[in-house]
C-alpha cells in the first residue's frame, strides 16, 4: 500500500474506532507501516475528526519527518514494529472497558484473559499486561518490545490496550 492509501485507511480506521464508542475525546493513536518509517496519528487529536494531511511521518529511528507533531507514543509503535516485521499496523486505545481491566488487581500478567472464545485464542492469543508507565514514558518501549514478541497484543497497565496488526483489512 502506498503513503496515500495508507494515509486514507489510517483516516478510515480511526473514525470508524471513535464512530464505535472504542475511544473518545483525543484519546488513542493509531499507525501504519510504510516506505521510510510510519505514519502515525498527532498528538491531542481526535480520531474521529482526523484528515489525512494531519498524520506525522515518523522515521524507523523515531526521528519526525513530516506532518503534524506525532502522538508523544509514537515510539510505542516503533517498538511493537521493531519485533513485528510482519505487521503492518498499530493500534493503541484508551477503551472503556479494556482500560478497567488493566486497572485491576490480582490478573496474571501473563495472560490477563482466559480464551473465552476460539476467535479470540486465533486473533488474539495471550494478551499481556505490562506494568504501569506514565504517558509517553520511553520506558515503555523496552518492556513492549519484549512483550510483543511473544503476544499479539498488550495491555497497559492502568492505561490501555495497544495491538500491531498484520496487512490492512476492513474493520
Known amino acids: 500500500m502506498n503513503h496515500s492509501e495508507s494515509r486514507n485507511e489510517l483516516v478510515r480506521l480511526a473514525r470508524s474506532l471513535h ?31 482526523l484528515r489525512t494531511d494531519d498524520l506525522a511521518l515518523v522515521s524507523d529511528a523515531g526521528e519526525h519527518l513530516s506532518g503534524a507533531r506525532p502522538s508523544k507514543e509514537a515510539f510505542l509503535h516503533l517498538a511493537m514494529y521493531r519485533v513485528r ?11 472503556t472497558y479494556a482500560t478497567a481491566l488493566s486497572c485491576l488487581d490480582g490478573l496474571d500478567d501473563d495472560d490477563v484473559l482466559p480464551p473465552l472464545t476460539a476467535y479470540f485464542v486465533m486473533s488474539v492469543g495471550r494478551l499481556v499486561r505490562l506494568p504501569y508507565f506514565a504517558p509517553g514514558d520511553q520506558g515503555l518501549a523496552g518492556a513492549a518490545q519484549e512483550a510483543a514478541a511473544s503476544s499479539r497484543a498488550l495491555l497497559l497497565a492502568n492505561h490501555g490496550p495497544s495491538s500491531p496488526r498484520r496487512p490492512w483489512h476492513r474493520q
Open 19 to 49: 464512530q464505535r464508542g472504542l475511544t473518545r475525546g483525543t484519546s488513542g493513536n493509531l499507525s501504519a507501516r510504510v516506505e521510510g518509517g510510519i505514519l502515525v496519528t498527532p498528538t491531542n487529536a481526535s480520531l474521529g475528526e
Open 85 to 95: 516485521p510482519q505487521d503492518h499496523a498499530a493500534v493503541h486505545l484508551h477503551s
